[in-house]
C-alpha cells in the first residue's frame, strides 16, 4: 500500500550476498514487462543492505526470484531464496505465495520511512553511529567493560568466539566442544592459549577486550588491537600473526587497529542473534573509536582497520562496509586479511555523508573520554553478566 516501507532481514541480505540477487539489466527489463517502474535512484542498492524502502521494492525484488524461468542465472538466484526458505522452517517453499515469502524474510512494515540504526555492525557500523546521536542514545551503554577481578569473563569471552568460528565452518547446530577445537584449526592456536594472549591484552589495555550490552546482561564480544605502524603492516602483509603481538607492539592510542575478532554470545547461553546485534553493533564501535582516539585523525591521518575474513559471510558483510582484500592471507592460513581507510582526502569522504560520518566518530571519541562515561564504567563492577 502506498506509505508502506519494507526491509528485508539481515540474515536474509547476508545469505543473498552479493551474488543472490537479480542483476540490474535483466531486473529493469522484467519490470518493463509487467509496466512496473524501476526504483528510485540507489533504492536497489538500499533494499540490498537491509534498509526501508517504499515496500513495493521487496515485493517487486521477490517476484522476479519466484518467477518460474528457463534461464540459468534466474533458477540459481531463485535456489538461494528456496534455501533461506527451507531453514526457516517450509519444507515446501513452492506451495506458499508471494505474501507470505515477504512475512519470512522482511521485517515488519513501516508507514514512513525512519533514520535507521541499522542492525548489522559489520556493514552499517557508520550509519548506526549517525543515528545513535540523532536519537540521543548514551553510546557507552553498550559497553560492558571488564573490572581487575573478572579475568573469568575475558576467558569465557574467548570461549564465545572460539564456538562462533568453529560453527561457521563446520554448521551452526555443532557442540560448543567440537566447534572449539574446529577453531583451533582454523586459525591454528589453542583456546586456551589464545586465552592467554587476550588477558595480557586486556590487562595492557582494559578497552581490547569489551563485551556488548543489552542493559541487562552481555550479548557479545569484541577484541580490537591499537598498534603501532610497523606492526599492522607485518600483520596485513601476512608476515605476523595478530595473535602473538604483546602489549609492547600496542601504540595506544593508534589509528591503526587490528579488528581481532568478535561474536554474539552462544545460543547455548540464551542469545539471540537477530535481537542483540545492535548492541555489537554499538559496542565494537565505541571500542574502535575510543582506541583510535589522536589528533590529525581522518585529515592528516587516517583511520585504518584490518581484520581477517575469517568465514565467506563475515568477508561479505566486511565488503559491504568497503572493506577490500589486501590480496595477502593471515599469516600460515588461507584466511584473506581485509582492510578499510577511512581520510578526508578519499573521494567518498569528500562527501557530506562522510565528513558527516567523521564528525560523529570524533564526537564519539570525545563522550567517551568525557566525566559522565568515567562515571558510568566506574559503576560496573558490580553489573549482572
Not at 541487562?216 to 598498534?227: T, W
Not at 584473506?336 to 569522504?349: A, G, I, R, V
Request: with cysteine; aromatic share 10%.
Amino acid at each position: 500500500m502506498p506509505g508502506e516501507y519494507r526491509a528485508f532481514r539481515m540474515d536474509f541480505c547476508d545469505h543473498m550476498g552479493p551474488d543472490g540477487w537479480p542483476a540490474v539489466d535483466p531486473f529493469k527489463s522484467w519490470l518493463d514487462q509487467k509496466n512496473l517502474p524501476y526504483f528510485k535512484s540507489g533504492g536497489y542498492a538500499l533494499v540490498k543492505k537491509g534498509v526501508y524502502q517504499p515496500a513495493r521494492y521487496c515485493r517487486d525484488v521477490i517476484r522476479y526470484l519466484v518467477e518460474e524461468s528457463p534461464l540459468p542465472e534466474r533458477i540459481r538466484k531463485r535456489n538461494r531464496l528456496i534455501e533461506y526458505l527451507r531453514a526457516q522452517g517450509i519444507p515446501d517453499p513452492r506451495q506458499i505465495d508471494v505474501k507470505d515469502i515477504i512475512e519470512k524474510v522482511c521485517r515488519p512494515v513501516r508507514k514512513r520511512p525512519a533514520l535507521q540504526a541499522i542492525g548489522d555492525s559489520f556493514r552499517d557500523g557508520l550509519s548506526t553511529i549517525r543515528d545513535m546521536f540523532t536519537f540521543r542514545k548514551v553510546p557507552w551503554t553498550y559497553v560492558r567493560m571488564l573490572q581487575e577481578d573478572e579475568e573469568h569473563l575475558v576467558r569465557e569471552s574467548i570461549r564465545w568466539m572460539f564456538i562462533e568460528l568453529g560453527r561457521s565452518v563446520a554448521g551452526p547446530k555443532m557442540r560448543a566442544e567440537c566447534a572449539i577445537k574446529q577453531g583451533e584449526v582454523r586459525i591454528g592456536i589453542t583456546e586456551a592459549e589464545y586465552e592467554e594472549s587476550a588477558i595480557a591484552w586486556w590487562k595492557a589495555e582494559p578497552w581490547t577486550v569489551i563485551r556488548a550490552w543489552n542493559g541487562s546482561r552481555a550479548v557479545g564480544m569484541s577484541i580490537g588491537l591499537p598498534v603501532a605502524r610497523a606492526t599492522y603492516e607485518a600483520v596485513r602483509d601476512g608476515q605476523l600473526k595478530s595473535y602473538t603481538c604483546t602489549a609492547q607492539q600496542f601504540r595506544n592510542p593508534s589509528p591503526d587497529l587490528l579488528v581481532e575478532g568478535a561474536s554474539m554470545r552462544p545460543y547455548e547461553d540464551g542469545s539471540s542473534l537477530r535481537k542483540q546485534t545492535n548492541a555489537l553493533v554499538l559496542a565494537m564501535t565505541c571500542q574502535q573509536a575510543y582506541l583510535s582516539t589522536i589528533p590529525g585523525l581522518f585529515t592528516s591521518i587516517p583511520l585504518r582497520l584490518l581484520a581477517p575474513a575469517g568465514t565467506k559471510q563475515n568477508e561479505r558483510r566486511a565488503r559491504w562496509i568497503g572493506y577490500r582484500p589486501t590480496g595477502t592471507c593471515f599469516h600460515g592460513t588461507d584466511i584473506s586479511m581485509l582492510e578499510l581507510t577511512f581520510q578526508y582526502s578519499h573521494p567518498k569522504w569528500l562527501r557530506p555523508i562522510g565528513a558527516s560520518a567523521a564528525g560523529a566518530w570524533q564526537r564519539l571519541q570525545f563522550e567517551l573520554r568525557g566525566a559522565e562515561a568515567e562515571r558510568y564504567f566506574a559503576e560496573q563492577r558490580n553489573s549482572v553478566t
